[in-house]
């Protein structure tokens, strides 16, 4: 029997481990990709000791072939993927005069291009389903960052990827809201409670405790919120920071 299914594209050790887990708590089995199959093994043996359903796919986000057998496999064999969450980060600060045409390109490749395989693919899937007229036909939600809104020094490559990636969630949220399928597109503005921050930024980190990073755990029951609201009153766009963060 189909169940319904969120897949999450990068289900990292945070905010996209923090979704998948929102997801499975609410029933959904939590689809979870990144390039290594064995680093989605303690995710998905937490959802499942949680009580919630999950499957785990090796999936290169940038290969095309890949992206297209990978939403055929879940739509054949387990069910309706009800709603995908993009959360590729791909922040790898760099000057522009250092920076390289291949290391650039990769940044686009990860933060841009791979939200444009995995929209696409599923929104045809979506488009397909044959439901009642004006019914909802599932959301696609892509994470975004403070290099959505603007450029920073040393971060051309990222701010680039992450500034098309929003005018590509605006895009498909015109043509695709119409056919019942809500696109909203998340801004994440500030430091996440991350191993990352607390190895390289103790600064930040130790503003945990006044609140002052987010928790993936709350971030990820806003992308529950932008799924589970009506169409009547859609959210496109979200910002999401710490109440200490400057804007």
């Known amino acids: 029997m189909a169940q319904k299914t969120a897949l999450i594209i990068g289900a990292g050790d945070a905010t996209g481990g923090a979704i998948a887990r929102r ?4 029933g959904y089995i939590a689809c979870v990709t990144r390039r290594s199959l064995d680093k989605l093994q303690p995710l998905v ?33 387990i069910g309706p993927i009800e709603v995908m969450v993009f959360n590729i980060g791909a922040n790898v600060p760099e000057s522009i005069l250092n ?3 291949r290391k650039y390109f990769k940044v686009w490749e990860m933060a841009c291009f791979s939200g444009f395989l ?3 693919e599923v929104a045809k899937k979506m488009v397909a389903r044959n439901v009642p007229e004006g019914a909802h036909r ?22 680039g990827a992450k500034m098309a990636l929003r005018a590509l969630a605006q895009a498909m949220a015109r043509e695709l809201g119409p056919q019942g399928i809500h696109v909203a597109h998340v801004v994440v503005d500030g430091a996440i409670d ?25 971030i990820a029951d806003m992308y529950w919120m932008l799924h589970a609201q009506p169409r009547d009153a859609w959210t496109h766009e979200l910002d999401l920071r710490p109440w200490s963060e400057k804007f």
Do not use: W
């Open 23 to 26: 997801f499975a708590r609410e």
């Open 45 to 77: 043996a937490q959802i499942e000791a949680d009580g919630g359903a999950a499957r785990a796919f090796a999936c290169d986000a940038r290969k095309e072939e890949e992206v297209v057998a990978l939403v055929e496999e879940i739509e054949s064999t």
């Open 99 to 101: 920076e390289t045409a």
């Open 118 to 120: 995995n929209g696409r």
């Open 138 to 159: 599932g959301t696609i939600i892509f994470t975004g960052a403070t290099a959505s809104l603007r450029g920073a020094a040393n971060f051309g490559a990222f701010s």
């Open 194 to 218: 991350t191993e990352f921050i607390r190895s390289n930024f103790p600064e930040r980190y130790a503003m945990k405790a006044q609140d002052g990073i987010l928790n993936p755990d709350h």
